[in-house]
């Protein structure tokens, strides 16, 4: 089958990174797959284990088309060897590839939308620029925020948000889906502008 795009949400396996900062990739495909399913289309979940993920295809008018969406199960730090696989085995070139992921450097509720780029730090994006040997795929960037005492990244980004940016962080994964439909229907620009919507 000839996806349109393939999706990926990055985060950490198991229920003790349920919810964390360093989860929102996996939180937006949870929320892009109860969309579609409340908008009558279909999310199918398919065997991922060949490429250490859950996924699911997705069929919708919301995203004109047929996707693959994926949650490496491979842990954050090693996420291009679940993505590499994955696009090799459906003949899906990084072009087509989306990778959600927090954001450090973007305060929390707020989202951006680029091409290709440097990780800044981000270990997931680091790994799976390695594997792919490029780093010009898609990004769909949740902002998280910097942690208010300096150099205190790691349990920042494995720990949950405050009371105050739990909502603005649960508001930005909804908005986040219409900037994934809006890149599915007509492309970056269209997804940048829907960011600031």
Not at 42 to 63: D, I
Not at 78 to 105: F, I, M, N, T, Y
Not at 115 to 132: C, D, R, V
Not at 146 to 174: H, K, Q, Y
Request: glycine fraction near 12%; hydrophobic fraction near 40%.
């Amino acid at each position: 089958m000839d996806f349109s795009g393939v999706l990926v949400g990055l985060g950490n396996p198991g229920p003790t990174y349920d919810g964390t900062r360093h989860n929102c990739g996996f939180a937006l495909v949870e929320h892009l797959l109860q969309t579609v399913r409340r908008e009558g289309g279909e999310a199918q979940e398919v065997s991922g284990n060949k490429f250490s993920c859950h996924l699911w295809r997705v069929r919708s008018s919301l995203l004109g088309g047929v996707w693959l969406a994926a949650m490496p199960q491979t842990f954050m730090n090693l996420s291009g060897q679940c993505v590499q696989p994955l696009l090799a085995w459906h003949k899906v070139s990084p072009d087509r590839l989306l990778v959600a992921h927090d954001e450090l450097d973007i305060p929390p509720g707020e989202l951006r939308f680029k091409l290709g780029g440097g990780n800044a730090g981000h270990n997931g994006l680091k790994s799976i620029q390695q594997q792919l040997g490029t780093p010009d795929f898609y990004r769909l960037r949740i902002g998280i925020g910097r942690p208010p005492v300096r150099g205190d990244v790691s349990n920042w980004v494995l720990g949950r948000p405050s009371p105050e940016d739990a909502p603005r962080i649960e508001d930005a994964l909804a908005r986040a889906v219409k900037v994934v439909c809006a890149f599915a229907d007509k492309g970056l620009e269209a997804a940048v502008r829907a960011c600031r919507a």
